[in-house]
């Protein structure tokens, strides 16, 4: 039997992308004044883990460029090499230039052959190992071709890499740990190699092999004998079952083992293992999809069960009652699974921020709070693009330099906080700075120039909105991070695209804060149902302000507005939604219908509509894939009688209401 290793680089791709995260993480905490043992004994580990999968699958070219950044780090955590600010900017470099190896052998995509060569070279200067030139030709060579065979690299110092036994390769995929002697540490025979010289095979030694060091009984697993063949470089797509299988924890050094480990990693934590497991997000998605349509059933259920007789049905509607009770459990920890901390987005952007403020010559501190709250994993996923927007223009517009902070009386280093919080049935997302703040006046002169309708008494709320106009931007030249008016229009698009609204605070001299107000997933969604003749629509809770019945005499008529209606002061526009929908209503009289103030995209609107029917939770269907799309319709859902109800797309509606009315104007 031979072993398609393919099967596996799916876990080895996801867990190095972890062992990654956890290496920039502690790299950006770590205090180069008193670095601490444990400290660079944990960066070493990350390092070392990567080096030993990637060698196991045959990954050279990612095992030689570990290799040298491990030896680096291995005489630094020894105490023989001083840390210093230099060696942290290329440790950093070197992630992702092993992030850009693993992408190559991933998703085929290019590798800058030069990038590694350089990285390698800086690494090697440090390491003091010799020439330069020595060490970066052992560490840039460019692996297997595509379709040759990979073999395992020769060791450091010569000796030829010892050929993993079967019996322990299948010990470390399924998950036994092994522990090997220290890095450096005393061979039992007189001039034996030194097995941190192993090049990433050193925890298949021979000494390794010892029955007590396995972590788990061998009997737990029978293994038949199989012929194991390298490895091919081509990359071969994962099997399905690959992606929730975990082929076991990595070996570690024995020293390291003593030591505390540092964050929750599939290949440092035997407990994780047990409980804990990867599943494919399709197979998420369609048990979400299955309890949506448990969720449906037991709504039309609940709805027939409303028109019997109580007296005589009292048990089946009793039955009813705990079935809803059990379904809305079930949906609720169905939803869970989806959802992720908001950590894997905060944990980006202390990077960012060192990077970014090292080009601006700022002085910049991060703090996150909240990165515990839980979000959708598809909006986790959508929401990275749009923080990054804010928090480079929160560098680059808000805090200022030290030379000005310090002038106006504030510390010489700036501070960025990243803040998350559950509110009602949404995430809040703030990026707030204690920078300048945004100046109004400036932004007022420069839509003056770009031809734009303001005024000088225009509230603050609605001035601090003209940033996220398309090619707004105030910068006085344009720089490699900002000035050229792209991103914020973006930022807004994207996150009123997930059912969000973003919104601005901003004080001269004390900073700006960004809120973003999102729905917690977008499976499901609260609503409220109106009637508009026969149909029935959902209006999502997210852009609804309040509804009332306005008076004969609040209803007015001005040139070039349309209808409008008089609500406390404002005159807010009216979309009556039989005619943008051109559905056939049973009340044309806007006294005697429903106004349903909706706000979109900074400004109130008066949704006109018959009636109210009440506020549901409802199971998203997407219109789009099962029918086509519908303009002003975000997508659908089944109500309780089993009747289908279009979710309603206010942002769509109330453009192109608007557009009717300039085109009825002109």
């Given at each position: 039997?031979?072993?398609?290793?393919?099967?596996?680089?799916?876990?080895?791709?996801e867990e190095?992308a972890?062992?990654?995260?956890?290496m920039?993480?502690l790299?950006?905490e770590l205090?180069?004044a008193d670095?601490?043992?444990?400290?660079?004994?944990?960066?070493?580990?990350?390092?070392?883990?990567i080096?030993g999968?990637?060698?196991t699958?045959g990954?050279?070219?990612i095992t030689?460029?570990?290799?040298?950044?491990?030896?680096?780090?291995?005489?630094?955590?020894?105490?023989e090499?001083p840390?210093?600010?230099e060696m942290v900017?290329?440790f950093l470099?070197?992630?992702?230039?092993i992030?850009?190896?693993?992408?190559?052998?991933?998703?085929?995509?290019?590798?800058?052959?030069?990038?590694?060569a350089e990285?390698?070279r800086?690494?090697?200067?440090f390491?003091q190992?010799?020439?330069?030139?020595a060490?970066?030709?052992a560490?840039?060579?460019?692996?297997?071709k595509r379709?040759?065979?990979?073999?395992?690299?020769p060791a450091a110092?010569g000796t030829?890499?010892?050929d993993?036994?079967l019996?322990?390769l299948?010990?470390?995929?399924?998950?036994?740990?092994i522990?090997?002697a220290?890095a450096g540490?005393a061979?039992?025979?007189p001039?034996a190699?030194d097995p941190?010289?192993?090049?990433?095979?050193g925890f298949?030694?021979?000494?390794a092999?010892?029955?007590?060091a396995?972590?788990?009984?061998?009997a737990e697993v029978?293994?038949?004998?199989?012929?194991?063949?390298?490895?091919?470089a081509e990359m071969?797509?994962?099997?399905?079952?690959?992606a929730?299988?975990?082929?076991?924890?990595?070996?570690?050094?024995a020293?390291d083992d003593a030591?505390?480990?540092?964050g929750?990693r599939?290949?440092?934590h035997?407990?994780t293992?047990a409980t804990s497991?990867?599943v494919?997000?399709?197979k998420?998605?369609q048990?979400?999809?299955?309890?949506?349509e448990l969720?449906?059933?037991q709504?039309?259920?609940?709805?027939?069960?409303?028109?019997?007789?109580?007296?005589l049905y009292?048990?089946l509607r009793?039955g009813?009652a705990?079935l809803e009770?059990?379904?809305r459990?079930?949906?609720e920890?169905?939803?869970?699974?989806r959802?992720?901390?908001?950590?894997?987005?905060?944990?980006?952007?202390?990077?960012?921020?060192r990077d970014l403020?090292?080009?601006l010559?700022k002085?910049?501190?991060?703090?996150?709070?909240g990165?515990?709250t839980?979000l959708?994993?598809g909006?986790i996923?959508k929401?990275?693009?749009?923080?990054?927007?804010?928090?480079r223009?929160s560098l680059?517009?808000?805090?200022?330099?030290?030379e000005k902070?310090?002038?106006?009386g504030k510390?010489?280093?700036?501070?960025i906080?990243?803040r998350a919080?559950h509110?009602?049935?949404?995430?809040?997302?703030?990026?707030s700075d204690d920078?300048a703040?945004?100046?109004?006046?400036?932004?007022l002169?420069?839509?003056?120039?770009r031809?734009m309708?303001?005024?000088?008494?225009?509230?603050?709320?609605?001035?601090?909105q003209?940033i996220?106009?398309a090619g707004?931007s105030?910068?006085?030249a344009v720089?490699a991070?900002?000035?050229?008016?792209v991103?914020?229009d973006?930022?807004?698009?994207n996150?009123?695209?997930?059912?969000?609204?973003?919104?601005?605070?901003?004080?001269a001299?004390a900073?700006?804060?960004?809120s973003?107000?999102?729905?917690l997933?977008?499976a499901i969604?609260?609503?409220?149902s109106?009637?508009?003749?026969q149909e029935?629509?959902i209006?999502?809770l997210?852009?609804?302000?309040?509804?009332?019945?306005?008076?004969k005499d609040d209803?007015?008529?001005?040139?070039?507005m349309?209808t409008v209606?008089?609500?406390?002061?404002?005159?807010?526009?009216v979309?009556a939604?039989?005619?943008?929908l051109?559905v056939?209503?049973?009340v044309?009289?806007?006294?005697?219908g429903?106004?349903?103030i909706v706000?979109?995209?900074g400004?109130k609107?008066a949704m006109?509509?018959?009636d109210l029917l009440?506020?549901?939770?409802?199971?998203?269907?997407?219109?789009?894939?099962?029918?086509r799309?519908v303009p002003?319709?975000?997508?659908a859902t089944?109500?309780?009688?089993?009747?289908v109800?279009?979710?309603?797309d206010v942002?769509a509606l109330?453009r192109?209401?608007?557009?009717?009315?300039?085109?009825q104007a002109?």
């Amino acid at each position: 039997m031979t072993i398609d290793m393919s099967q596996f680089y799916q876990v080895f791709f996801e867990e190095s992308a972890e062992l990654l995260e956890e290496m920039e993480r502690l790299l950006l905490e770590l205090d180069v004044a008193d670095p601490g043992k444990d400290a660079l004994n944990a960066i070493f580990r990350t390092a070392h883990s990567i080096k030993g999968g990637s060698a196991t699958f045959g990954f050279n070219e990612i095992t030689e460029t570990t290799h040298i950044l491990e030896s680096l780090l291995d005489r630094l955590r020894n105490g023989e090499l001083p840390v210093r600010v230099e060696m942290v900017d290329v440790f950093l470099k070197a992630v992702d230039v092993i992030k850009m190896q693993l992408a190559g052998r991933q998703f085929g995509s290019e590798v800058d052959a030069q990038a590694v060569a350089e990285i390698c070279r800086q690494l090697g200067e440090f390491a003091q190992e010799g020439p330069a030139e020595a060490v970066v030709q052992a560490s840039t060579a460019q692996g297997p071709k595509r379709g040759a065979a990979a073999t395992p690299a020769p060791a450091a110092g010569g000796t030829e890499a010892v050929d993993p036994s079967l019996d322990n390769l299948f010990a470390i995929l399924m998950g036994a740990e092994i522990a090997v002697a220290p890095a450096g540490a005393a061979t039992s025979a007189p001039g034996a190699a030194d097995p941190s010289g192993m090049d990433g095979f050193g925890f298949f030694s021979e000494e390794a092999l010892q029955p007590a060091a396995v972590a788990r009984p061998a009997a737990e697993v029978e293994l038949p004998l199989a012929e194991v063949t390298p490895p091919s470089a081509e990359m071969a797509p994962p099997s399905a079952a690959a992606a929730g299988e975990n082929p076991g924890r990595r070996a570690t050094d024995a020293a390291d083992d003593a030591q505390p480990k540092r964050g929750r990693r599939a290949s440092d934590h035997a407990d994780t293992e047990a409980t804990s497991i990867r599943v494919g997000v399709e197979k998420v998605d369609q048990l979400i999809n299955l309890v949506g349509e448990l969720v449906i059933t037991q709504a039309m259920l609940a709805q027939t069960a409303s028109h019997m007789d109580t007296a005589l049905y009292e048990s089946l509607r009793t039955g009813l009652a705990q079935l809803e009770h059990n379904t809305r459990d079930l949906q609720e920890s169905v939803m869970s699974i989806r959802m992720m901390p908001i950590s894997f987005v905060f944990s980006r952007f202390p990077r960012v921020v060192r990077d970014l403020a090292g080009k601006l010559n700022k002085q910049v501190e991060l703090k996150t709070v909240g990165e515990g709250t839980e979000l959708d994993k598809g909006l986790i996923e959508k929401i990275a693009d749009p923080l990054n927007h804010l928090v480079r223009n929160s560098l680059d517009h808000g805090v200022e330099s030290p030379e000005k902070r310090l002038a106006a009386g504030k510390p010489a280093t700036g501070t960025i906080t990243l803040r998350a919080f559950h509110q009602g049935g949404n995430i809040v997302i703030e990026v707030s700075d204690d920078g300048a703040g945004l100046n109004r006046a400036k932004i007022l002169a420069k839509a003056r120039e770009r031809g734009m309708s303001v005024s000088d008494d225009m509230p603050d709320q609605d001035v601090w909105q003209l940033i996220f106009e398309a090619g707004f931007s105030t910068a006085e030249a344009v720089t490699a991070v900002s000035g050229r008016g792209v991103g914020m229009d973006v930022v807004k698009r994207n996150i009123y695209a997930m059912g969000g609204r973003v919104e601005i605070d901003s004080a001269a001299g004390a900073g700006t804060r960004i809120s973003i107000r999102l729905p917690l997933t977008l499976a499901i969604l609260d609503g409220m149902s109106v009637s508009v003749g026969q149909e029935i629509f959902i209006v999502p809770l997210t852009f609804i302000v309040e509804s009332l019945q306005p008076a004969k005499d609040d209803i007015k008529t001005i040139a070039g507005m349309g209808t409008v209606v008089h609500v406390r002061g404002e005159y807010l526009p009216v979309v009556a939604l039989y005619q943008v929908l051109n559905v056939r209503t049973k009340v044309a009289e806007f006294e005697r219908g429903i106004m349903v103030i909706v706000e979109s995209e900074g400004s109130k609107s008066a949704m006109f509509v018959d009636d109210l029917l009440g506020q549901h939770q409802v199971v998203i269907k997407s219109l789009e894939s099962n029918y086509r799309k519908v303009p002003g319709v975000s997508g659908a859902t089944i109500m309780g009688d089993g009747k289908v109800a279009l979710i309603l797309d206010v942002e769509a509606l109330v453009r192109s209401s608007f557009r009717e009315d300039e085109r009825q104007a002109a």
